[in-house]
T-cell receptor, first 110, second 118 residues
Framework: SQQGEEDPQALSIQEGENATMNCSYKTSINNLQWYRQNSGRGLVHLILIRSNEREKHSGRLRVTLDTSKKSSSLLITASRAADTASYFCATDAKGFKTIFGAGTRLFVKA | DAGVIQSPRHEVTEMGQEVTLRCKPISGHDYLFWYRQTMMRGLELLIYFNNNVPIDDSGMPEDRFSAKMPNASFSTLKIQPSEPRDSAVYFC????????????????FGAGSRLTVL
């Protein structure tokens, strides 16, 4: 079974708008990661947030983590057409068994 | 480094045939993972290796699936005999490990092998 569940399943926005994706998980974690997958490609690591962190930034990405609610969010600011992809959260509740959520499909219209 | 290299990129085969997928991890990465991605089940971890030794194969769906890592630079995932329900994209990923309280298992994925079993 999947550890993380993202919502929404799909998101369509205009270029320049912000995109927010949410992830919920079930068990305690050491850290949470976000990955991006372009169509027909492998996943690419975007950002990592540790369980003792509440917020982290990387360029246009902002990740928050609420361990009390077992949830995380990924915000992409000033979205671009090139941001069109699927985004996955991943947790390592079981050591090296990194478990991925179902993903959010983001479509950014130019 | 060229990244994680998988072959073939696409494979179409008939039910009952043997399928072998190959992976070359990033040099220096001690951990290697095989994932399967389908629309219905998402990304599933099948098996992972540490220093060429299989550590956890609890995700391998059936005895028809087997994986080996004969050396640090090569791994195979074999399906014999293949069935239509095995159709999926199979990803190999590698990492340096570093899991635990202060570390994280950051994965580098290959481009995947798309398998179609007719």
């Amino acid at each position: 079974s999947q550890q993380g569940e993202e919502d929404p399943q799909a998101l369509s926005i205009q270029e320049g708008e912000n995109a927010t994706m949410n992830c919920s998980y079930k068990t305690s974690i050491n850290n949470l990661q976000w990955y991006r997958q372009n169509s027909g490609r492998g996943l690419v690591h975007l950002i990592l947030i540790r369980s003792n962190e509440r917020e982290k930034h990387s360029g246009r990405l902002r990740v928050t983590l609420d361990t009390s609610k077992k949830s995380s969010s990924l915000l992409i600011t000033a979205s671009r057409a090139a941001d069109t992809a699927s985004y996955f959260c991943a947790t390592d509740a079981k050591g090296f068994k990194t478990i991925f959520g179902a993903g959010t499909r983001l479509f950014v219209k130019a | 480094d060229a990244g994680v290299i998988q072959s073939p990129r696409h494979e179409v085969t008939e039910m009952g045939q043997e399928v072998t997928l190959r992976c070359k991890p990033i040099s220096g990465h001690d951990y290697l993972f095989w994932y399967r991605q389908t629309m219905m089940r998402g990304l599933e971890l099948l098996i992972y290796f540490n220093n060429n030794v299989p550590i956890d194969d609890s995700g391998m769906p059936e005895d028809r699936f087997s994986a080996k890592m004969p050396n640090a630079s090569f791994s195979t995932l074999k399906i014999q005999p293949s069935e239509p329900r095995d159709s999926a994209v199979y990803f190999c990923a590698s990492s340096t490990g570093l899991a635990g309280v202060s570390g994280a298992n950051v994965l580098t994925f290959g481009a995947g092998s798309r398998l179609t079993v007719l």
